[in-house]
């Protein structure tokens, strides 16, 4: 329920597509780049409150008087993993002066050389790294750093001297990351045209053990191979990738390679055969618009739809309009209503909306044996209501095809949006009647007990209490789950406070706080009988829990509970220690390198998981944790938790405390805690909407391009970045420093708390939904924050403020010293 999926779909108030990432070499650190070994640090009508007053923390800053060199080195090292790059650097340049020690200066040195790298000062990155070689050879860090210099030389176009690097770099750390240097050594092996040690390295990184198949080091040594003049053997490869590839995109690249290579050969026929096959099988994939682009080039000829749907799927919408235009007008036999379709959603996305509707007509009338049929109906009436503003007609629209569809599930959602089209232009009356047909035409259904609410909703807003209540009632017989039975509860007893039967209505508080624990609803209902207003803080919270007693209670926990034997050792990684995962994933994360780090990782939870390792996964738990590799901790301790026989609800009174705090974590103090003290927010608040945008991971990104710790889009951080001026000479990488995250978080959760007068239901929605749809959602409920929440349209957005309500319960209760 709180482990929900971190997938939205708007972001900062903008709906953006994600690109998909090149398959060859991107020589890219994460801005945030760290290596160190870090310790955990760790609801009648009601009125959203203004601001609720920070709660007393028993946090606390230690100041210490001039540090000495090694803790000046772990205080960069904070920093640096926190992404302030100017903090970290003047530590590192105190120790470097200060410490007689050549080990600290070496990791100081170590510490420089990386943040140079992830500020992109190449040169003095080069510069940093040679004098930690040839100074410090006894460093642990002396191999890494031939690694990281490998990827400088590379980014300057010393193709041979990162080759070199990376050679140097197998030799002095061998059995780590064999592979992924093999890997990088051919690359830039390539680059400096050494066609045939590119090609040994490349076998050697097949024949090295890594995770996942050889398919991208296949393409690559097919290209290889083609450059030798082995053409034979490039063929080979190209087909066996074709053959075995699960994925469209590579088979689409693979088909464009090969057809490349047909035409450097004079073999023009085979050429164009190759692109053709992609354009005509591929259309998704960018290569086969790269090879529509090959075809034409080279005079050859493709069907006008195909044209059209590779150039559609591109992003070349005019250009797709055009080719539409050409293929309908040839009047075809086998015309079957695609090209309509598309040059309607062409048209749609190039703001052609008149033009945009009349083909969306013509299909709608013409082809309704399309798959796509039915999605048309409501991406017409998506432009009526939302482009037009044509509310009547879009409702009619929707309702139209329920008429010629009546017994799809599509009809059902149809009926349920056409609802909310009538509600959001002010026809209750006809949102009531078309929500009550869900019920009477489609009962049993989940949506007829949502419908049913939903009247009930509008019934309230109306200040028609008595159909609410009706309503709501009727709603809590239709529901089949305890979500849905809590969420009418909690409106049968809002109603009944209404209806001034106060008795009534804590009656149906208590029944709902029940019914789904740990729910928003239930919790919800919770806070109404308690009179506690939504996100109110604690008088005063433990934000300092002692983890090192906490891990203790939670090792006996686990031999009493699975029964251990008194020579199993839970502290390390015992046998977990030598799997190759682990080796690797460690020296990736070491060097930045987080998203690598994170797949070995999963990859063995994963396997732990399946194997029903409770051991291993605790194991686990505990070094991802002082790893710093939170969200993959917080997963491994809930499989612990799951192995046990604990759920979400049992856990906080079945387990001990320390697993809660691990899946409720106090990280990344420093940050948060200060951040959010600043901008008057109680810090466990921060906390939940962290936990809900990121799971604590920094260089997480979402398919909306949001991207760090607090999900921030590059538009809204360079907004944000321009009224702080700051971090000086920003770019969208540095939304991935945790430091950077935080701070615009934080700063942009209180600009839209202000803009909604201290409302955190509306800022919330504001975040993750837009401030322009708060501001309508917001007109529709007053100053009730129960009703703001059923007037968001977003289900996603809805989800979300719910999730976030849901997390701040548990942390409130784990953390509050009065609960």
């Not at 992924?180 to 680059?191: K, M, P, T, V």
């Not at 607090?710 to 009224?723: C, F, N, Y």
Request: hydrophobic share 40%; with cysteine; proline share 5%.
């Amino acid at each position: 329920m709180l482990d929900a999926p971190l997938v939205y779909q708007y972001k900062n108030g903008m709906k953006t597509p994600r690109l998909l990432p090149g398959l060859w070499l991107v020589l890219t650190i994460t801005a945030c780049s760290v290596l160190p070994d870090l310790p955990t640090i760790p609801p009648g009508w009601t009125v959203t409150p203004s601001l609720s007053p920070t709660p007393e923390a028993t946090f606390t800053p230690t100041v210490t008087p001039t540090p000495l060199p090694t803790a000046r080195v772990g205080v960069g090292d904070q920093a640096l993993f926190y992404g302030d790059y100017d903090s970290a650097l003047l530590q590192y340049s105190v120790a470097l002066q200060d410490s007689p020690d050549p080990m600290i200066r070496a990791a100081a040195k170590w510490g420089e050389a990386r943040i140079y790298y992830a500020e992109g000062r190449y040169n003095e990155t080069l510069t940093a790294l040679q004098t930690l070689i040839a100074e410090y050879p006894q460093s642990p860090h002396f191999g890494q750093a031939y690694f990281l210099q490998g990827f400088v030389h590379y980014r300057l176009e010393n193709y041979q001297a990162a080759a070199d690097s990376w050679q140097t770099y197998l030799s002095l750390r061998p059995g780590h990351l064999d592979a992924y240097a093999q890997e990088l050594r051919g690359d830039a092996l390539y680059s400096a045209k050494q066609y045939a040690d590119a090609l040994s390295a490349y076998t050697a990184a097949i024949q090295a053990p890594a995770l996942g198949d050889d398919i991208t080091l296949d393409l690559k040594a097919a290209a290889t191979q083609a450059q030798l003049g082995n053409h034979t053997e490039a063929f080979a490869l190209y087909d066996g990738v074709i053959a075995r590839a699960s994925s469209d995109y590579i088979k689409a690249q693979a088909i464009y390679e090969v057809g490349l290579l047909h035409q450097s050969l004079g073999q023009n026929e085979e050429a164009l055969a190759r692109f053709r096959l992609a354009v005509e099988n591929y259309p998704l994939s960018y290569y086969a618009y790269l090879s529509l682009i090959a075809l034409l080039d080279a005079g050859g000829t493709v069907d006008e739809l195909n044209r059209g749907l590779v150039d559609y799927f591109a992003g070349q919408y005019g250009v797709a309009i055009a080719a539409f235009d050409r293929y309908l007008s040839a009047k075809p036999a086998d015309e079957d209503g695609t090209a309509y379709y598309y040059r309607a959603v062409s048209k749609s996305r190039l703001s052609l909306y008149d033009e945009a509707l009349l083909d969306y007509e013509t299909f709608i009338t013409n082809y309704p044996d399309h798959p796509r049929w039915g999605d048309a109906w409501g991406e017409k009436a998506f432009i009526e209501w939302a482009q037009k503003g044509e509310y009547t007609k879009a409702a009619e629209t929707l309702l139209n095809f329920v008429k010629a569809a009546p017994n799809t599930n599509l009809a059902i959602d149809y009926l349920m949006s056409a609802g909310r089209i009538y509600e959001r232009s002010a026809q209750y009356d006809k949102a009531v009647e078309t929500w009550a047909r869900v019920a009477n035409e489609h009962p049993g259904t989940l949506q007829a007990s949502n419908a049913v609410f939903l009247m009930g909703v509008i019934y309230y807003r109306q200040a028609d209490f008595a159909t609410a209540l009706e309503s709501f009632n009727r709603s809590l017989v239709l529901s089949e789950s305890a979500s849905d039975q809590s969420r009418a509860l909690l409106w049968v007893g809002k109603t009944q406070q209404a209806l001034g039967n106060e008795a009534a209505a804590l009656d149906a508080w208590r029944e709902g706080q029940n019914r789904y624990a740990g729910g928003y609803y239930s919790e919800r209902a919770r806070d109404l009988l308690l009179d506690r207003a939504p996100f109110e803080p604690v008088p005063s919270a433990n934000l300092t829990p002692n983890p090192l007693q906490d891990r203790t209670d939670a090792d006996t926990w686990m031999r009493l509970t699975f029964n251990l034997a008194d020579d199993v050792v839970l502290s390390g990684l015992g046998p977990l220690a030598s799997d190759e995962r682990v080796i690797r994933g460690r020296e990736y994360w070491d060097m930045g390198m987080y998203e690598k780090a994170r797949a070995e990782f999963e990859d063995l939870r994963t396997q732990l998981e399946t194997s029903q390792d409770a051991v291993g996964s605790y194991r686990l738990t505990n070094y991802l944790l002082d790893l710093g590799l939170y969200r993959s901790a917080i997963f491994a301790a809930r499989q612990v938790l799951t192995l046990a026989g604990l759920n979400e609800h049992t856990e906080s009174m079945m387990a001990p405390a320390y697993f809660s705090q691990i899946r409720y974590g106090l990280y990344f103090p420093e940050l948060v805690i200060p951040e959010a003290q600043k901008n008057g927010f109680d810090p466990l608040f921060i906390y939940s909407v962290v936990r809900q945008e990121s799971f604590f991971e920094g260089f997480v990104s979402s398919n909306a391009g949001a991207r760090g710790l607090m999900q921030i889009i590059p538009s809204t951080g360079a907004q944000i970045a321009s009224e702080l001026g700051k971090p000086l000479d920003y770019s969208e990488e540095d939304l991935y420093r945790p430091y950077v995250s935080i701070l615009f978080g934080t700063h942009y959760l209180a600009k839209n708390r202000t803009l909604f007068n201290g409302d955190l239901y509306a800022a919330l929605a504001a975040y993750n939904g837009g401030p322009g749809n708060a501001l309508q959602w917001r007109e529709l409920s007053g100053n009730d924050p129960d009703l703001f929440l059923e007037s968001v349209r977003f289900e996603e957005t809805r989800n979300y403020i719910r999730y976030i309500y849901e997390i701040y319960v548990v942390y409130r209760r784990l953390y509050g010293m009065t609960e």
